[in-house]
């Protein structure tokens, strides 16, 4: 029988493949988060200058222009990543310029009502102009809040994003008209996906942690915790 006294027992040493294994798998911790940002920032460059690059007269390409700058061969290709996004930044503000005026406005309401008058694309349109709205209004800020909330039913915590105060016709006839919240209750381990939920004000309780420690802990399924170094007490304290 082993007392408190005896030695304990070395470690086996591990074998060169299990070192070899274990380097691997912490460099690929390290390069993959890395790697896969700047393939996805690549990616998405790369298809705005898709998108936007062919709307732009031959005669103005920035390839085009380079070449005839420094004389090069027009055989020689170019490609330039990135001038899409900066074209398409520039075409974007200067149309929120012209929107803020009296002349933009106009246009737009005239737009708007050819498009009212279009059996299907005005429901594709007020749906999309809704979100965009909703989520790039500068008056109103959205999903800047985490939350838990007991879903789906007592007892069991779930995390969500508070979206907005729950307004309309929902808000007047539900919980009797007392205050309301429009939850986004994100799924795990997608979270573009999910559930709107409108819960009465008192039943949920705000958190401290921010909205992307959040997102990080519904991604990982509850691996990754805002406060790495002592998972058990996150910030905030205990629910």
Do not use: H
Request: proline share 9%.
């Amino acid at each position: 029988m082993n007392t408190p006294f005896d030695p304990e027992p070395p470690m086996p040493r591990r074998s060169l493949f299990a070192r070899l294994r274990a380097s691997f798998l912490t460099g690929l911790v390290v390069i993959a988060p890395v790697g896969l940002t700047i393939w996805l920032i690549w990616s998405v460059v790369g298809w705005i200058d898709g998108f936007v690059l062919p709307l732009v007269p031959g005669s103005y390409q920035p390839d085009r222009f380079i070449q005839d700058l420094l004389g090069l061969d027009p055989s020689i290709q170019i490609n330039i990543r990135g001038i899409g996004v900066v074209i398409f930044l520039v075409f974007t503000v200067v149309v929120g310029w012209m929107a803020k005026g009296i002349i933009g406005r106009s246009m737009i309401r005239f737009a708007e009502s050819l498009v009212e008058r279009t059996p299907v694309v005005r429901t594709i349109y007020s749906g999309i102009k809704q979100i965009s709205e909703t989520v790039f209004a500068q008056s109103e800020r959205s999903f800047e809040r985490a939350c838990v909330i007991e879903y789906p039913r007592r007892g069991i915590w779930a995390i969500g994003f508070i979206s907005t105060n729950t307004k309309g016709e929902i808000a007047a006839r539900a919980n009797d008209g007392s205050p309301m919240l429009s939850i986004f209750l994100p799924t795990t381990p997608n979270p573009t996906s999910g559930f709107l939920l409108f819960v009465p004000e008192e039943d949920v309780i705000e958190l401290e942690m921010s909205v992307e420690d959040a997102a990080k802990l519904v991604i990982s399924a509850g691996l990754v915790y805002p406060n790495g170094k002592d998972p058990e007490n996150p910030p905030g304290g205990q629910i």
